[in-house]
């Protein structure tokens, strides 16, 4: 009688591989991620493992404070509205200042040079030359501009970014 031998099983063994370097790198989202850079077995790959978020330390005390972080963002946009409002205003009304002398030089020149004696017109106490309906009107014109301008600057600036500084170079 005759035996067989019988041949061994053949398994694949895979070689394991050698643990070249680790490396932890902070993403942007602060997220650390360990990556293993392993030996050229057969196809070397990065293996990506996400770990716990990194924690962030802040150096100055924790102060406690009556408002939230939305609400302290909330007051520090309608403060910044507010300002950039009474600012735009101001320019109106300056400008409506500008306009108004320019009319009054002209207006005494034109006079002065046909002979005619300057009319003063008393308004709020001030001697005025030009009618004070003139002036209500250029100051609410000025006023309006104002307005008008804090809202569209609002718009463009702050809400659509749509200003040179936003453009890229």
């Known amino acids: ?5 019988q ?3 053949k398994t694949k063994t895979v070689p394991k591989k050698k643990v070249v370097s680790k490396v932890r790198t902070v993403t942007l989202t602060k997220k650390v991620v360990k990556k293993t850079k392993t030996a050229p077995v057969a ?6 493992h996400k770990t716990i978020a990194a924690i962030r330390i802040d150096s100055r005390k924790e102060v406690t404070s009556v408002f939230s972080t939305s609400e ?4 520090r946009h309608s403060l910044k509205r507010w300002t950039y409002m009474v600012l735009a205003l101001t320019v109106g009304i300056l400008s409506a200042g500008f306009v108004t ?7 005494i020149e034109n006079n002065l040079r046909m002979g005619h004696e300057l009319l ?3 308004f709020l106490g001030m001697s005025m030359f030009l009618l004070p309906v003139a002036y209500i009107v250029i100051f609410g014109i000025g006023i309006c501009f104002g307005i008008w301008l804090g809202f569209w600057g609002w718009r463009v600036v702050y809400i659509e970014h749509n200003h040179r500084i936003f453009r890229k170079k």
Do not use: F, N, S
Request: hydrophobic share 35%.
């Open 7 to 9: 041949a061994p099983k």
């Open 120 to 122: 003063t017109h008393q």
């Open 101 to 107: 002398g320019i009319l009054e030089k002209i207006y």
């Open 72 to 75: 302290k963002r909330e007051l």
């Open 1 to 5: 009688m005759k035996i067989k031998k």
């Open 43 to 48: 196809k070397a790959a990065l293996k990506k």
